[in-house]
């Protein structure tokens, strides 16, 4: 009996890696993966790593990716190749060879689409320009290199404030070119809620990126070459010698939908647990397969950041063992980026989709140091947002913005709500407390004592958006709780200032009657003001959920 044989089709990167895997484990399979192009292809935040790292020979990288699989496990990658039909009864893929302009087709036993993810391409006047850009392939990477380092591209344009695009403008300002980020939405990183992605945007502008929220571009116009000069909003001209296009994705289906593979309500292939389509022996991963929601249950779709291991462990070994199926078991959103100084990383689900949802929503927001600069290092605060079930203390998503460990905070969370724990549970959790990182309070717990404390009725919170709308009315004390000469620097429109240690001696100056909102830099001593005006007898107070660091109306 021959061998089994294994085809991958896709430049993405989770195809080859499956089938390598599949390989180890069984060496009865011979594989062989079909790419359209002369490299695999890596998603847009690699390419955007490749254009602020110069130095790299992207080339050669790629070139030795494909001979380290050849080498090590015997894949034949087959280049050049674009596939044109998956036919399931007989069991072939039918490509044309681009290089001999003829088409073949190349029979399996077991196939893998791994086919990724394209850009939606708007319907606007002058995207086909020259210099108009969408970040999908190494030519790309190497135009805008080429660009930089002639002084052709000063100004860019980059459009679509996502992860990927916040990543791409800090790509291109490590480079020297002047960056606008522009956004049809209301805020930057629709990934976050929009007090956390304000973080971000302040760093950004700090930076001297230009950033646009609430704009939609209307047009690009192109000089007498035929490149883009000039991006017009609504609001305004922005100048630009290169504008990058990263609003919207979508998966790659065309292929599979042609032989019949169900595409699911999200537009990407539908798979079970096993990551089997619903023709057997077909296998999707990666960017262009739906995937389970493990708080929801529900199928969604995500642009990969990189390889997705536990979908590819079990792709490769529900291929490689007959007997012996790996359950999948759902993803939960989890991404992070590390842009402009700071780490940014996100799991579970935002406020806005838990509410979607129909979670009745508690949250939590919590600032802490991370001590680094204790042993030499960087000095940088971690602001912590966690979202629980009200009903039963579930956690729901967690976001962070701050230092190099935002990602791992996050991945603390994200391995807890994949448990169905709790805030209790989170709140309880043993982690390591280094001493150059942390040195007090680890953010983790912290978020989740403060977590309990609300869940507990401990602690009563207000939400800067719910502060935003009482200020309107004009029917709360706005109480800053900071030493008198912090007041001075800056506070809300309306506060009045009692520093913490005085407020006992000067509870009189308060009225009882009336509700009154605490506020400080980070939250921590508006809640010792809590606790000690509780003591004091008063009822209606809340504290300003993360303080005036993370308020995104000031």
């Known amino acids: 009996m021959g061998k089994k044989r294994l085809v991958v089709i896709g430049d993405e990167l989770d195809g080859i890696r499956a089938a390598a895997r599949a390989v180890r484990e069984n060496p009865e399979i011979e594989a062989k993966v079909l790419i359209s192009s002369e490299h695999l292809s890596f998603n847009c935040y690699i390419l955007s790593y490749f254009i602020q790292n110069s130095d790299e020979d992207i080339f050669s990288f790629m070139d030795g990716i494909i001979e380290t699989f050849k080498a090590q496990y015997g894949i034949d990658i087959l280049t050049h190749l674009k596939v044109t039909d998956i036919l399931p009864l007989e069991k072939k893929v039918v490509f044309e060879d681009l290089k001999k302009g003829h088409s073949s087709a190349v029979e399996y036993d077991k196939l893998i689409i791994a086919t990724g993810a394209v850009p939606v391409v708007p319907e606007v006047e002058g995207i086909n320009l020259g210099n108009v850009l969408f970040l999908r392939s190494l030519d790309d990477v190497m135009a805008i290199r080429e660009g930089i380092e002639a002084g052709r591209i000063k100004k860019a344009v980059v459009v679509g404030a996502n992860m990927v695009g916040v990543y791409t403008a800090e790509s291109l300002w490590k480079r020297g070119v002047k960056v606008t980020l522009v956004e049809r939405g209301p805020q930057i990183l629709p990934e976050l809620d929009m007090e956390m992605a304000e973080l971000v945007r302040r760093q950004m502008e700090h930076k001297g990126v230009e950033v646009l929220v609430g704009e939609k571009v209307l047009s690009l116009i192109g000089n007498a070459k035929g490149d883009v000069v000039e991006v017009h909003t609504p609001e305004r001209i922005l100048p630009a010698d290169l504008v990058i296009w990263l609003e919207d994705m979508k998966p790659n289906v065309e292929v599979a939908k042609k032989a019949g593979i169900i595409i699911g309500d999200s537009g990407a292939i539908e798979v079970d647990q096993y990551m089997e389509t619903n023709v057997p022996g077909i296998y999707a991963l990666g960017s262009c397969a739906q995937r389970i929601h493990q708080i929801t249950g529900k199928p969604v779709w995500l642009y990969r950041q990189a390889v997705d291991d536990v979908a590819l462990q079990a792709v490769s070994e529900n291929i490689a063992f007959e007997n012996g199926r790996v359950l999948e078991k759902g993803v939960l959103g989890t991404m992070s980026i590390q842009a402009f100084d700071l780490g940014i990383a996100r799991t579970g689900l935002s406020l806005a989709q838990a509410r979607e949802e129909g979670y009745e929503v508690e949250t939590a ?7 680094r600069y204790a042993c030499g290092g960087s ?21 962070c913005v701050g230092g190099v460990l935002s990602d791992k905070l996050v991945d603390t969370v994200a391995a807890v709500i994949s448990m169905g724990g709790t805030a209790r549970d989170l709140a309880m959790l043993d982690v390591a407390r280094h001493f150059s990182y942390f040195m007090n309070l680890h953010p983790i717990p912290l978020v989740a004592h403060v977590m309990v404390n609300k869940l507990e009725g401990k602690l009563k919170g207000i939400s800067p958006f719910e502060l935003n709308d009482l200020m309107q009315d004009g029917e709360v004390i706005l109480l800053d709780v900071r030493t008198e000469s912090e007041f001075k620097m800056g506070t809300l429109p309306g506060a009045i200032n009692i520093p913490l240690e005085e407020l006992e001696a000067r509870k009189d100056e308060l009225d009882r009657q009336r509700s009154i909102v605490l506020i400080s830099e980070r939250g921590r001593r508006a809640y010792l003001a809590f606790v000690k005006l509780k003591q004091l007898g008063f009822e209606r107070l809340r504290v300003l959920d993360g303080g005036l660091l993370i308020y995104p109306f000031a």
């Open 379 to 399: 000095y940088r605060e971690n602001v912590i947002k966690l979202m629980v079930d009200r009903s039963n203390g579930k956690i729901l998503g967690v976001q």
């Open 365 to 371: 927001i919590v600032s802490v140091y991370d001590d």
